[in-house]
């Protein structure tokens, strides 16, 4: 979110500041008291049916290995000096997983290392544990994220806000081929969480968005992104008949924000809309194909994994729709399962003026519901499975990339 700013040296400001060198607006203040009310809940997970289920996520070996992810992860640690990856380096169990925003760098802390901050070969790096996490296609909408933020310095000439390389990159636990661990990229319009168990994945949560959603000038310029999550969102409502339509509708204003956005873990949202089975085939073909678009951001074969999951609850799928419907106006919807739950929405201004919400900035969130986000609940199973002692007490060890200079305690909350 923007605002008000003080303009400092961002580069120079630590990740955890403990005082601003700046008054809070009154709306800042409310995203700062949103963000410590939503992290000072223990984490259970998105639900819709009232409570997280369990056992919807049994560990299962999977066909598609991740060596190369792997290896990205050993490599980034490996480019930084000791001081970087002390920076770098959380537990498994940090919650700094959960610390992640959308807000402009200077209103929350951030954990983790700034590519600002690193040489040409150490972005590098950095940017292979997304290229190894993702598919070409979500690798390709992430970059552009980052660059079309690059482009918002172009427009409103504010560098202490605005950069491709304000994103901040964090490991958590030891990068292993059978022991959890994880990584996160958090900044403005690009969020990924990647947990890894083996060869199990989890991309949750995941936000990106940008304003501008094109570069019509800059040396960006033609970048342009959530074409076809705006395109293919906006034929399944096409493909209703307007008594559909009406069912799908929930609502006519938008919301401001996505509602399972940072610090909305356990957000609770009830199945409205339409359901799957109440579609049309046509219906039903367009909202597979929606939902194979936002799955398609994950790298290949646990993509088709995680399709066979969300496939299984199709049946028990909601599409939801708030907003207008003609060729133009904004618009927000939604999908929701017991496996995934997808959001779309058009924002209001930030970067340009404009105090109601257009297709110009376009958020759009992933995450799994019932406590699989993070990974929580494979680590959970991990724990339950290997890390008891003789009484069956659970019990774990905090590890991290760099247990003899780090130990949980001193990890950044």
């Known amino acids: 979110m923007a605002g008000e700013t003080a303009h400092f ?132 909408t992430a970059r552009d994220v980052m660059r079309l933020n690059e482009h918002a310095l172009e427009i409103t000439g504010k560098p202490e806000e605005y950069s491709e390389w304000y994103y901040w990159v964090s490991i958590f636990g030891t990068p292993s081929p059978n022991e959890p661990w994880g990584w996160q990229i958090d900044g403005h319009h690009l969020n990924v969480n990647c947990f890894v168990l083996g060869d199990q994945l989890v991309m949750t949560p995941i936000l990106m968005g940008s304003e501008p959603v094109l570069a019509r000038f800059g040396k960006h310029k033609g970048t342009r992104v959530f074409a076809a999550e705006e395109e ?21 204003e938008l919301p401001w924000e996505v509602f399972a956005g940072a610090f909305n873990d356990n957000r609770h949202i009830e199945p409205r809309g339409i359901r799957y089975t109440d579609l049309p085939q046509e219906g039903r073909e367009r909202l597979e194909g929606l939902l194979a678009t936002y799955i398609g951001q994950i790298r290949p074969g646990h993509a088709e994994l995680r399709w066979a999951e969300v496939k299984h609850h199709l049946d028990n799928t909601h599409f939801a729709w708030i907003g207008p419907f003609d060729d133009t106006s904004a618009f927000y919807y939604r999908i929701l399962s017991p496996a995934i739950l997808v959001e779309f929405d058009h924002q209001p201004g930030i970067v340009f003026d404009n105090n109601t919400p257009s297709r110009d900035h376009i958020h759009t969130l992933v995450r799994t ?17 290997w890390h008891t002692d003789d009484h069956g007490t659970h019990t774990h060890s905090h590890s991290t990339a760099e247990p003899a200079d780090r130990s949980a305690a001193e990890a950044p909350k």
Not at 239 to 249: G, H, I
């Open 9 to 140: 040296g961002l580069r120079n400001w630590p990740a955890a500041p403990a005082i601003r060198p700046f008054e809070l607006t009154p709306r800042q203040e409310k995203l700062v008291d949103m963000a410590q009310a939503g992290l000072a809940e223990p984490f259970r997970g998105i639900s819709c049916t009232g409570s997280v289920a369990q056992g919807l996520f049994p560990p299962a070996a999977a066909d598609a290995s991740l060596p190369q992810l792997l290896d990205a992860a050993r490599a980034f640690l490996t480019s930084l000096d000791a001081a970087q990856r002390r920076a770098a380096c959380l537990a498994i169990d940090d919650e700094a997983w959960r610390q992640w925003s959308n807000f402009h760098p200077w209103l929350m802390p951030r954990s983790g290392i700034c590519l600002a901050d690193l040489g040409h070969d150490q972005r590098k790096a950095a940017l292979a544990l997304l290229r190894e996490t993702m598919s070409a296609t979500g690798y390709q």
């Open 369 to 385: 519901p019932n406590g699989k986000d993070y990974g929580k609940d494979l680590l959970r199973q991990h724990y339950l499975q």
């Open 232 to 252: 293919q969102g906006h034929a399944l409502m096409s493909a209703l008949s307007a008594e559909a339509r009406q069912l799908a509708t929930i609502g006519t």
